[in-house]
């Protein structure tokens, strides 16, 4: 059976991931709310909930994954962090490489939103 695994950087979790899913964080809460602001009718508000709801709900989900990412990996981030020789390539569960797939695919969706696509 041939494996389709994902890999991810140490270094890229640590200096990237985590940063710009806070970024993504802020940005969705910014962003709803100033929608919502602008949309004014009942049913924009309505609409910008449901979005900002399920937007949670992704986010949570890529936490948790997060979170079981960096559990498992601890000792390889921290000697990464130490000293960047140190980094090496770590291995995402299909419960880890779908969560990183949907953080990516949630930042496009913010910026779409920005946008006021």
Excluded: C
Excluded at 18 to 41: D, F, H, M, Q, Y
């Amino acid at each position: 059976m041939k494996s389709n695994s994902t890999t991810i950087s140490a270094l890229y979790v640590v200096n990237e991931l985590i940063p710009k899913l806070n970024a993504v964080e802020k940005r969705v809460e910014l962003t709803i709310g100033s929608a919502t602001a602008r949309e004014g009718v009942p049913m924009g508000i309505e609409r910008m909930t449901r979005l900002q709801a399920e937007f949670q709900l992704e986010l949570t989900m890529i936490r948790l994954n997060l979170a079981h990412l960096l559990k498992r990996y601890q000792a390889v981030l921290e000697a990464a962090m130490q000293d960047p020789a140190n980094d090496q390539l770590l291995t995402l569960d299909a419960y880890e490489a779908t969560a990183m797939a949907s953080a990516k695919q949630l930042y496009e969706r913010v910026q779409q939103l920005q946008k006021g696509d």
